[in-house]
Nanobody
Framework: QVQLVESGGGLVQPGGSLRLSCAAS????????MGWYRQAPGKQRELVAI???????DYTNSVKGRFTISRDGAKNSVFLQMNSLKPEDTAVYYC?????????????WGQGTQVTVSS
């Protein structure tokens, strides 16, 4: 069984910063792309940022220049550094990864971490 566990959410004022972390554990052979998604109340879940196994990154337009995704292959982890946060960044943030186990390729989700940007 493979699990993704996020941490690092919280309440921050506009203009502030937060760093989200996500660690994968379990019967992992290799990890392909890893990404961060978010879902605000009443809205669909959207892709925020994604990073490939070789470090190629992509971002949704609204976070470009403010958010940075990175990963630590040795620790099966992905991070999201969020700077210049805005109230519209408020959402539950989810980690997702494409993972090869010894029997299949799966795309598990983390449990989510709340990010609230408010004064």
């Amino acid at each position: 069984q493979v699990q993704l566990v996020e941490s690092g959410g919280g309440l921050v004022q506009p203009g502030g910063s937060l760093r989200l972390s996500c660690a994968a554990s379990g019967s992992i052979v290799s990890i392909y792309a890893m990404g961060w998604y978010r879902q605000a109340p009443g809205k669909q879940r959207e892709l925020v940022a994604i990073i490939s196994s070789v470090g190629i990154t992509d971002y949704t337009n609204s976070v470009k220049g403010r958010f940075t995704i990175s990963r630590d292959g040795a620790k099966n982890s992905v991070f999201l550094q969020m700077n210049s946060l805005k109230p519209e960044d408020t959402a539950v943030y989810y980690c997702n990864a494409h993972i090869r186990t010894d029997s299949s390729v799966i795309t598990p989700w983390g449990q989510g971490t709340q990010v609230t940007v408010s004064s």
